[in-house]
Each structure stands twice: as C-alpha cells, then as structure tokens.
C-alpha cells in the first residue's frame, strides 16, 4: 500500500484533458512544497514532469501543469497525445522514517 | 551531459546479500542528494534510500530499514546499495537517481540510470 494515494487508471481522448490526483497527508504533501511527477515507459527511465509542485524542468512541454491544495496534488496534462500513453507517478518530501514517498501510479490511456 | 550508469544486478540466492554500484559523472557529484528507487515486476516505483550531499544524512523507506545500507564515495563519484538477507520480494529493477535540488533533496529525481535488474531465486 503506497503511501500516497493515486487513481489506478484514466483515459481521455487526444486534444483533451486530464488530471490526475494524488492525496496524501499532513505528513508529506500537505506539510511541503516537494510533490513530484514522473512519466514512467516500461523498460525505460522515469522523466521528471513536475518538481516542486508547480515547476517544469527545462524541455518538458507545457502542456504538464501541477498543482496543490491541502493534500493533494494534482497533474494536468493538456492537449492530450498519443504518446502521453504511459504510467504517471507522484512523490513527496514526507517527515518520519521514510524521507519520500511515492503514489502507487496511474495508468494514463490515450483513447 | 549528466550520466547515472548502475552494476551489480544479476540472480542471487535468497539470504545472501548484494552491493549496487551507480556511477555518475557530468556535474558536480557532491552537490546533489542521490537516492535508489526500485520498481518490483508488475508493481510500481518504490522509493529505498538516500544519502545526503556530503555523506551525512542517510534515509531509508521504513519497510526496509535495517537491511539496505546506502554509501556514497565522492572521490570516485560512486553511490552504492548494500543489500542483506535478500528475498524473493527484493526482485526489482533497481534505480540510482540525482535529487533536483542542490545541497539537500526533496523527492524529486532529474536524473536517472537505466537501472539494474535483482532477481532473487528462493
């Protein structure tokens, strides 16, 4: 059981979009502005979409927007494409033993 | 550019250990937080360990304390994973990543290695 809780699957059709959310506690998200979000292709390295809850490394598309409120995170991709097909994770700075925590993923299909 | 390159996967026999290596190179080695994340097969990512820029600060996911022990060697540019008592649970590929932030982490990975495969036969 992750500590970060995620929807396990959504769907949106291309030139759409969708958020994904992404709720933890007092003890993580709701305590700190360190919420993450990766996309994740089987076989292949994590990406880094989101750090800091609303930032974008430099060549990530903007059509990825994070955001927070209370605790929950939230991932909005826009425009949906084919290739945004993938798995899609969060993470958080967290107090106690375990210094950073991750959401359990969610399948994102591009109908 | 910045590279995470990790070794010493392979099968191992469950209760014996294991040391993971991750080499890095392309940016200032003892800046930056580093940390292994694993993703068991058909699970997701699992957040393990990290050390801290200078050595340390040492964190671990509260499931497996006590068995995995990471190090960093700044002179080499090396971080390692040193894991004991190994069972069949501990089959994953396992990730070295950098913390994008300098001089301390925050749980965000801007880089990552291409991983190492552990299987652990019982």
């Known amino acids: 059981q992750s500590a970060l809780t995620q929807p396990a699957s959504v769907s949106g059709s291309p030139g759409q979009s969708i958020t994904i959310s992404c709720t933890g506690s007092d003890s993580d998200i709701g305590n700190y502005n360190y919420v993450s979000w990766f996309q994740h292709y089987p076989g292949t390295a994590p990406k880094l979409l989101i750090f800091e809850v609303t930032k974008r490394p430099s060549g990530v598309s903007d059509r990825f927007s994070g955001s927070k409120s209370g605790n929950t995170a939230s991932l909005t991709i826009s425009g949906l494409q084919p290739e945004d097909d993938g798995d899609y994770y969060c993470s958080s700075y967290a107090t106690g033993t375990s210094r950073v925590v991750f959401g359990g993923g969610t399948r994102l299909t591009v109908l | 550019q910045v590279q995470l390159v990790e070794s010493g996967g392979g099968v191992v026999e469950s209760g014996r250990s294991l040391r993971l290596s991750c080499a890095a190179s392309?940016?200032?080695?003892?800046?930056?937080?580093m940390h292994w994340v694993r993703q068991a097969p058909g699970k997701g990512l699992e957040w393990v360990a990290v050390?801290?820029?200078?050595?340390?600060?040492?964190y671990y996911a509260e499931s497996l304390q006590g068995r995995f022990t990471i190090s960093r060697d700044s002179s080499k540019n090396m971080v390692y994973l040193e894991v004991n008592s190994l069972r069949p649970d501990d089959t994953a590929i396992y990730y070295c990543?950098?913390?994008?932030?300098?001089?301390?982490?925050?749980?965000?990975?801007?880089?990552w290695g291409q991983g190492t495969l552990v299987t652990v036969s019982s």
């Open positions: 050390v801290s820029f200078d050595g340390f600060n040492k």
């Open positions: 392309g940016f200032s080695f003892s800046n930056y937080a």
């Open positions: 990543a950098r913390d994008v932030k300098q001089l301390w982490f925050t749980g965000g990975f801007d880089y």
